[in-house]
């Protein structure tokens, strides 16, 4: 299957672009950003990487006409978890919080918790693909990104903000002068998870603090997440307000116990050898 056949892509305007893996039917299919700027363009996550995604933004021209002028297309990782940096290896460019970057840089798929099942995919990416052969490449980051760092697209900028608990090296990209949010798995409409290794619920009490911070300050009118539809800004503050409220409850301690235990073993049966 070819890369044009694998991923399909919405333009949303000015300059973002929404791409998505067609073929890997499941609540993991993470949402691919594509955000052009007059210096830099980068990628927000890349998918479980089963095709090339440079080749496909290639082939439909969402660079536009002539991309040589810029920088190489960066490509940043919210978080390490496979359905997110499965795809960074394909890019010459590379960012991811400084917490993940050893997992990467040694093909650790225990934290970037590489689950991936056949029936999950529709159509095979290659002949005889199976998902038990499936893992998440070992990459070395270009870009080791801090709490506060800025991420200069020469006509917008983007700030990383460290949320750690669904991971720890979770971040979010804020983009302060439109108000937008990329918030990877820190947040997105539905069930947060917080009990895979390395998810820290007391982390995670603090970044959604954060994040109804960011609301009452008037700091974000909408959401691009890392699963699931875009939202707002009161979608948002309901959201992080309900996680704080929760998850410090007796049933909710003990079900993220569990949760994490059965993860924990499975993850570590799961042992795939090799992709295709």
């Not at 890997?24 to 990487?49: E, M």
């Amino acid at each position: 299957m070819s890369a044009s056949d694998w991923y399909a892509h919405k333009e949303l305007g000015d300059g973002l672009f929404w791409i998505q893996e067609r073929f890997y039917q499941s609540d993991n299919r993470a949402n691919i950003w594509l955000l052009r700027g007059t210096h830099q363009d980068v990628v927000i996550d890349t998918g479980l990487g089963l095709r090339s995604l440079p080749e496909y933004i290639d082939a439909k021209g969402l660079l536009g006409k002539d991309p040589q002028r810029k920088n190489p297309l960066l490509a940043i990782a919210t978080h390490a978890h496979f359905d997110h940096s499965g795809g960074l290896h394909q890019f010459q460019q590379v960012g991811v919080h400084s917490a993940e970057v050893e997992a990467l840089a040694n093909g650790d798929n225990f934290e970037t918790v590489t689950w991936l099942s056949d029936r999950e995919i529709a159509e095979a990416p290659c002949p005889g693909w199976r998902a038990r052969n499936y893992k998440v490449k070992a990459v070395q980051p270009t870009h080791i990104l801090q709490e506060g760092d800025v991420i200069n697209l020469g006509d917008r900028q983007l700030t990383v903000l460290h949320m750690p608990g669904h991971s720890r090296g979770s971040i979010c990209l804020h983009d302060q002068e439109n108000k937008l949010l990329f918030s990877g798995d820190v947040v997105y409409d539905g069930a947060m998870i917080d009990w895979l290794p390395y998810s820290q619920v007391s982390d995670y009490i603090s970044s959604c603090e954060r994040l109804v911070g960011l609301v009452d300050s008037e700091q974000v009118d909408q959401v691009l997440p890392g699963h699931y539809n875009a939202f707002g800004a009161k979608r948002l503050h309901r959201i992080a307000s309900g996680y704080i409220s929760r998850a410090e409850t007796c049933p909710a301690k003990f079900s993220t116990f569990a949760w994490r235990t059965i993860a924990g073993m499975a993850l570590r049966a799961f042992n795939p050898r090799s992709a295709c």
